[in-house]
């Protein structure tokens, strides 16, 4: 309000970039610029008693709504459709925005870029801060969504269905690959993709596939077992995949085996990083451990405590590998509802097992035998940046591994190596006794 453009201003602005208007909104709108008409204008005829009373009218009414929250209003509609704003589900209140590759999460920050972005270059010259549009457009912009969510609205919001269309596919860099067909398929923001690997896939034959440093780290650190090799694989590519898995990973157990190399400082780097919350296991049973977890994709420890698991922590991991929805809050604000997107994995150099015996939870963990120790004088200290060079060809073999690891039904079953229900059990049997 501060500045001199005007609603008929940003009014022309929106009916320039958009051919089609809602006709249910246009009528809203129409309303609203009857309301906040220039009062001048009713006074031209001074002779006329009528206009006078429709120029009251109008300030009256001005009054009522003022002119810069109708037009910050039209901003935040500006931007829902210019930028494709959604959400991801009726659960959850973080807002996307696609890239021409997949939905990524807008926090404030990121939406009050956006916004100001939008703001015009009159309104920045006249005003002495922005924050108080920005903060109030984002206001505007969530209002908006939650209640189209509400409405059933599917232009802002996908459905179960939705998602049951992107279980076994995934977005890589070159494409949208179906991992049972090995189909490489066009990007599409009609379906919920809500996130992509920084990889590509590679359409060659396996034998074409040279990665002999990651051949060399998973059959070392399983001592050459076949099966095991197998099922690191499988594991690598579970996390990768969106599919939801009952289990989760433990890699194991013994030190400088080359575990946080693979599953810490690769994964990291196929993964987007800030998709990514390092939380230390005795951390997740605190309140506000899984804040910020309806962003995430993976909740990673690859160090964690050596001391058994305790039961508060064991119940958290079990409900959020168990259920598909789970109760959450981030500091400074409200309990809430979010969806089950991210994945566990931890790594450890001893036993990794509740403190008192659970059936449901030897049930969930894969145990992934990562049993042989390299010296030290054998240590490769060049062997992430050896796994870096090897990175597409590496994701393009687990993937192809991870097939096999899918159900007719469609479920992500990883089948176990003997060398990993050995490993397991020996973690829980000190509690059997």
């Given at each position: 309000?501060?500045?001199?453009?005007?609603?008929?201003?940003?009014?022309?602005?929106?009916?320039?970039?958009?051919?089609?208007?809602?006709?249910?909104?246009?009528?809203?709108?129409?309303?609203?610029?009857?309301?906040?008409?220039?009062?001048?204008?009713?006074k031209?005829?001074?002779?006329?008693?009528?206009?006078?009373?429709?120029?009251?009218?109008?300030?009256?009414?001005?009054?009522?709504?003022?002119?810069?929250?109708?037009?910050?209003?039209?901003?935040?509609?500006?931007?829902?459709?210019?930028?494709?704003?959604?959400?991801?589900?009726?659960?959850?209140?973080?807002?996307?925005?696609?890239?021409?590759?997949?939905?990524?999460?807008?926090?404030?920050?990121?939406?009050?870029?956006?916004?100001?972005?939008?703001?015009?270059?009159a309104?920045?010259?006249?005003?002495?801060?922005?924050?108080?549009?920005?903060?109030?457009?984002?206001?505007?912009?969530?209002?908006?969504?939650?209640?189209?969510?509400?409405?059933?609205?599917?232009?802002?919001?996908?459905?179960?269905?939705?998602?049951?269309?992107?279980?076994?596919?995934?977005?890589?860099?070159?494409?949208?690959?179906?991992?049972?067909?090995?189909?490489?398929?066009?990007?599409?923001?009609?379906?919920?993709?809500?996130?992509?690997?920084?990889a590509?896939?590679?359409?060659?034959?396996?034998?074409?596939?040279?990665?002999?440093?990651?051949?060399?780290?998973?059959?070392?650190?399983?001592?050459?077992?076949?099966?095991?090799?197998?099922?690191?694989?499988?594991?690598?590519?579970?996390?990768?995949?969106?599919?939801?898995?009952?289990?989760?990973?433990?890699?194991?157990?013994?030190?400088?085996?080359?575990?946080?190399?693979?599953?810490?400082?690769?994964?990291?780097?196929?993964?987007?990083?800030?998709?990514?919350?390092?939380?230390?296991?005795?951390?997740?049973?605190?309140?506000?451990?899984?804040?910020?977890?309806e962003?995430?994709?993976l909740?990673?420890?690859?160090?964690?405590d050596m001391?058994?698991?305790?039961?508060?922590?064991?119940?958290?991991?079990?409900?959020?590998?168990?259920?598909?929805?789970?109760?959450?809050?981030?500091?400074?604000?409200?309990r809430?509802?979010?969806?089950?997107?991210?994945?566990?994995?931890?790594?450890?150099?001893g036993?990794?097992c509740?403190?008192?015996?659970?059936?449901?939870?030897?049930?969930?963990?894969?145990?992934?035998?990562?049993?042989?120790?390299?010296?030290?004088?054998?240590?490769?200290?060049?062997?992430?940046?050896?796994?870096?060079?090897?990175?597409?060809?590496?994701?393009?073999?687990?993937?192809?591994?991870?097939?096999?690891?899918?159900?007719?039904?469609?479920?992500?079953?990883?089948?176990?190596?003997?060398?990993?229900?050995?490993?397991?059990?020996?973690?829980?049997?000190?509690?059997?006794?």
């Amino acid at each position: 309000e501060e500045a001199k453009y005007t609603y008929e201003d940003l009014k022309n602005e929106i009916r320039n970039e958009y051919s089609v208007v809602d006709v249910e909104r246009e009528e809203r709108d129409s309303i609203h610029e009857e309301k906040i008409s220039d009062p001048k204008a009713s006074k031209s005829d001074s002779n006329s008693k009528e206009n006078n009373d429709m120029g009251e009218s109008r300030i009256k009414s001005e009054k009522m709504i003022p002119d810069s929250e109708i037009r910050t209003y039209l901003m935040a509609r500006k931007i829902i459709r210019k930028y494709g704003l959604k959400r991801l589900s009726k659960i959850g209140t973080t807002i996307w925005n696609y890239n021409g590759k997949s939905y990524v999460p807008l926090d404030d920050q990121k939406l009050g870029e956006l916004v100001y972005s939008e703001i015009p270059e009159a309104v920045k010259l006249e005003v002495s801060s922005c924050t108080r549009i920005k903060k109030n457009v984002i206001e505007f912009i969530r209002d908006e969504l939650a209640q189209a969510v509400k409405e059933g609205n599917k232009d802002f919001c996908f459905s179960r269905e939705d998602y049951k269309g992107i279980m076994g596919k995934v977005v890589l860099q070159n494409g949208v690959l179906d991992v049972q067909s090995g189909i490489l398929e066009e990007f599409d923001a009609t379906k919920p993709y809500y996130y992509e690997l920084n990889a590509n896939y590679l359409e060659v034959h396996d034998n074409r596939l040279q990665t002999p440093a990651f051949d060399k780290l998973i059959s070392d650190a399983c001592v050459g077992d076949r099966e095991s090799i197998q099922m690191i694989m499988q594991v690598f590519g579970m996390l990768l995949l969106p599919d939801p898995s009952k289990k989760f990973p433990v890699v194991g157990s013994a030190s400088n085996s080359g575990k946080s190399v693979l599953f810490g400082g690769l994964l990291e780097e196929i993964i987007p990083r800030e998709r990514i919350s390092h939380v230390a296991t005795a951390e997740l049973k605190d309140k506000f451990a899984l804040g910020n977890a309806e962003d995430m994709l993976l909740i990673s420890c690859m160090d964690v405590d050596m001391d058994t698991v305790s039961a508060a922590t064991a119940g958290v991991i079990k409900r959020a590998t168990g259920e598909e929805v789970i109760s959450v809050q981030d500091k400074y604000k409200p309990r809430k509802d979010i969806e089950v997107r991210f994945k566990f994995v931890f790594g450890t150099n001893g036993v990794f097992c509740p403190q008192k015996q659970d059936k449901g939870w030897q049930n969930r963990v894969l145990a992934v035998p990562f049993i042989h120790e390299t010296p030290e004088e054998e240590m490769d200290m060049h062997l992430l940046d050896k796994l870096l060079e090897e990175k597409d060809a590496i994701v393009t073999k687990v993937l192809r591994a991870i097939a096999s690891a899918i159900s007719e039904e469609g479920e992500l079953q990883v089948k176990e190596s003997e060398l990993s229900i050995k490993l397991k059990y020996s973690w829980m049997m000190p509690n059997t006794c």
